[in-house]
């Protein structure tokens, strides 16, 4: 029996996903020892990530593959200004900088914006990670914080996309539908490691800052 596609990215990557989903950072997140403005600096990160992440999504509706994982429902950036403007307050923006691992990341994501099988790569890592484990920050976030719909957490919040079940399993029936031959199945495992390993150093990067602060 041949192994699908998805099945096999995702087997090949468990681990790099496991290690950073262990990542200190978000173990002292989960734990609520950080402050809201602590967890703020996580959001200030992602909220650069996904400027880069949409901006190529938007520059890609149009590519015969790259266009099959482009959903503008998935889009992140208003969810995460609600959440700043919630942490922070109207002045935010003033308060965010990227760090130097966002940097490199949303160099990385830009620089392979001209290969379909990058920009799956980076999406997939980034949105199906936050369509599963993200959904149990979510919960841990809002009993730690008291946020509500509205800001605070909308970055978890995906109600356009309906049942997340139903569309994690649509991903991946897109995945197995992509024509690839084993050479290109493994450049895009080795990208998917890449990008764990790069969104797992802007969280030990956070963690520095933190503890920098304390």
Excluded at 27 to 53: D, P
Excluded at 130 to 147: N, P, T
């Amino acid at each position: 029996m041949t192994t699908s596609f998805s099945e096999t990215l995702r087997n090949a990557t468990w681990a790099d996903h496991e290690s950073a989903e262990s990542e200190s950072y978000l173990s002292e997140l989960m734990g609520g020892r950080l402050s809201e403005h602590e967890y703020g600096e996580m959001i200030a990160q992602h909220y650069f990530a996904y400027l880069a992440l949409d901006g190529v999504s938007r520059e890609l509706a149009g590519h015969p593959v790259a266009g099959r994982f482009v959903f503008p429902e998935l889009y992140r950036e208003r969810a995460l200004e609600r959440d700043l403007a919630t942490v922070y307050g109207p002045g935010w923006r003033d308060r965010i900088a990227p760090s130097k691992s966002t940097r490199t990341l949303v160099a990385r994501i830009h620089q392979v914006a001209d290969w379909p099988g990058g920009y799956i790569a980076h999406h997939y890592t980034r949105y199906l990670g936050d369509l599963s484990g993200g959904q149990f920050i979510r919960m841990e976030l809002q009993k730690i914080y008291g946020y509500a719909k509205g800001g605070g957490v909308d970055f978890y919040i995906f109600d356009e996309l309906g049942s997340l079940p139903r569309f994690k399993t649509e991903y991946r029936a897109r995945l197995d539908e992509l024509e690839l031959d084993e050479r290109e199945q493994q450049r895009i495992i080795r990208e998917v490691k890449l990008a764990y390993q790069l969104n797992t150093e802007v969280l030990t990067e956070l963690l520095h800052v933190v503890k920098a602060a304390a």
